[in-house]
């Protein structure tokens, strides 16, 4: 029996859908109302994935937060939730998951941990493929520069253009991508709700780390009485990698809709979106 063919080099796309939902909620607020505003913010998402598909991209994941809290509520109270979160978004979150899976996407949606972790731990597991090129992490959310890995795993932050490797890790913290979760601890992230050690700014967390290492290696003496809170918040920055997200990379391969695709709104899919789908899967069967 002959060998099997050599799998292609694949690139992995991971993008972050809740971050995704957002921009396109409030960016559709300036300027032009948009037609049929309720459901607005998922169409522009699904016109992002589109536009990448359209562009050649082939393996895409889409991580969301289904609800907001996660098991890090119950490590900090004042973690970031749901609370403040516009209804007019809120009611889009499920609507996107459903959207996205019947485009034939795969999405992941996540309760006990965070988007983050969803796209963490799809890192892991395409990182472990050795047919897999590059890993793109479409976010702009510094947590995520702790996945980043050489020039094979890097983050896109769609609004500069900016394509950050390791090296672009370290240029912009002062750290290696493995010690975000140590920066972060010490700093801060006022977006999730932690503040960091106080007294500790970014250029003196990063000196710290440069000299000492992570904060379990901290000398007695630098952070005295705050270690254990510095631990609890690098606990909290550290994201997640056992999803068991796929099996197998070629699960993220976009095929084209499932049948569920014609049967969602109108609202959602308008005549633009689904003649663009129409042409990627014309595209395909040539």
Request: hydrophobic residues 45%; aromatic residues 6%; glycine residues 10%.
């Amino acid at each position: 029996m002959p060998d099997a063919p050599d799998r292609q080099p694949v690139i992995v796309h991971l993008i972050d859908g809740t971050y995704e939902l957002f921009r396109h909620f409030y960016g559709s607020m300036r300027g032009r109302k948009p037609k049929d505003p309720q459901f607005a913010a998922v169409r522009g998402v699904l016109g992002t994935v589109l536009g990448m598909i359209e562009g050649d991209a082939t393996h895409i994941g889409v991580a969301t937060d289904h609800v907001i809290e996660s098991f890090r509520n119950d490590l900090w109270p004042g973690y970031k939730t749901g609370a403040g979160v516009d209804p007019a978004l809120k009611a889009q979150f499920e609507p996107l998951e459903q959207a996205l899976a019947a485009m034939g996407v795969a999405v992941w949606p996540m309760v006990e941990r965070e988007a983050d972790d969803a796209m963490a731990s799809a890192v892991h597991l395409a990182a472990a493929d050795a047919s897999v090129h590059k890993v793109c992490i479409w976010t702009p959310d510094k947590d995520l520069a702790q996945c980043v890995s050489g020039e094979r795993v890097v983050q896109v932050d769609r609004r500069s253009g900016m394509i950050r490797d390791a090296a672009g890790v370290v240029e912009k913290f002062g750290v290696s991508p493995e010690h975000i979760p140590d920066y972060l601890a010490l700093v801060g992230d006022s977006a999730d709700g932690y503040p960091g050690i106080k007294g500790i700014g970014a250029v003196t967390a990063a000196g710290l780390i440069r000299s000492h290492g992570a904060i379990e290696q901290f000398p007695d003496n630098v952070l005295g009485d705050r270690r254990e809170l510095a631990l609890l918040f690098k606990t909290i920055a550290t994201l997640r990698t056992d999803a068991p997200l796929f099996g197998d990379v070629d699960e993220l391969r976009w095929d084209g809709p499932t049948d569920a695709f014609g049967s969602l709104p109108a609202g959602i899919v308008d005549d633009a979106l689904a003649g663009r789908v129409a042409a990627l899967v014309s595209r395909a069967s040539r």
